[in-house]
């Protein structure tokens, strides 16, 4: 019980920080000293700061997407709720990502791609296993293929404007590019 406490107050304290300066600008000492730990009693938890900051994005997003899918309404039109949940999770996770540590860091930083990549990887795990949970497809197991396609197709778009967006001018309307124009189409291959 105590090591759960430990382990909440490292994820706390790092989360404040985190949102506070950015995650470059936060270091495993200021989250020690804010979590009344010692610096090596973080990293009996998390082996690196991007390990703690993986966890603190993967807890976050699945808590969001999980209220986003309690909370959507089930419409009977399956392309409508689909489209909607996609868009808001596909929006939810460019937000976090940019909150915390920033896209032109993550575009300069070579040390960012193995980090985006296992980021990238199990944030797929969690969407598929989440939206899976949605009244659609235990209503209809019909829909899984279709419904890992469209998670798998929408991750990987959203996370290529992240890259080649320059400014928040240029994110808007790639976002509202796939909303109109591209998550139409992946949404009719996905719901047959």
Same mark, same amino acid.
């Given at each position: 019980?105590?090591? $759960? #406490? !430990?382990?909440?107050?490292? !994820?706390?304290?790092?989360?404040?920080?985190?949102?506070? /300066?950015?995650?470059?600008?936060?270091?495993?000492?200021?989250?020690?000293?804010?979590?009344?730990?010692?610096? %090596?009693?973080?990293?009996? /938890?998390? %082996?690196? *700061?991007?390990?703690?900051?993986?966890? &603190?994005?993967?807890? /976050?997003?699945?808590?969001?997407?999980?209220?986003?899918?309690?909370?959507?309404?089930?419409?009977?039109?399956? %392309?409508?709720?689909?489209?909607?949940? &996609?868009?808001?999770?596909?929006?939810?996770?460019?937000?976090?990502?940019?909150?915390? @540590?920033?896209? $032109?860091?993550?575009?300069?930083?070579?040390?960012?791609?193995?980090?985006? *990549?296992?980021?990238?990887? $199990?944030?797929?795990?969690?969407?598929?296993?989440?939206?899976?949970?949605?009244?659609? !497809?235990?209503?209809? +197991?019909? /829909?899984?293929?279709?419904?890992?396609?469209?998670?798998?197709?929408?991750?990987? @778009? !959203?996370?290529?404007? %992240?890259?080649?967006?320059?400014?928040?001018?240029?994110? #808007? #309307?790639?976002?509202?590019?796939?909303?109109?124009?591209?998550? +139409?189409?992946?949404?009719?291959?996905?719901?047959?």
């Amino acid at each position: 019980m105590e090591l $759960d #406490r !430990v382990k909440e107050s490292i !994820v706390q304290a790092a989360h404040e920080l985190f949102r506070r /300066y950015g995650y470059h600008k936060t270091s495993v000492n200021e989250i020690a000293r804010k979590a009344k730990v010692a610096k %090596a009693t973080i990293y009996k /938890y998390f %082996a690196s *700061k991007e390990l703690l900051l993986h966890h &603190i994005f993967l807890t /976050y997003i699945s808590s969001s997407v999980n209220n986003m899918i309690r909370n959507s309404v089930n419409e009977e039109n399956a %392309a409508k709720y689909l489209s909607d949940l &996609i868009f808001k999770t596909c929006r939810l996770t460019y937000a976090v990502c940019n909150e915390y @540590i920033g896209w $032109d860091f993550i575009r300069e930083s070579t040390n960012s791609q193995g980090f985006l *990549k296992m980021f990238s990887d $199990d944030l797929e795990k969690l969407l598929i296993s989440s939206f899976f949970e949605t009244e659609l !497809v235990k209503n209809d +197991p019909e /829909y899984a293929d279709g419904l890992r396609f469209l998670i798998k197709s929408s991750k990987s @778009i !959203v996370f290529s404007y %992240a890259f080649t967006s320059v400014t928040d001018v240029d994110v #808007r #309307r790639n976002f509202l590019m796939f909303q109109k124009e591209i998550l +139409p189409y992946l949404i009719k291959a996905a719901v047959k």
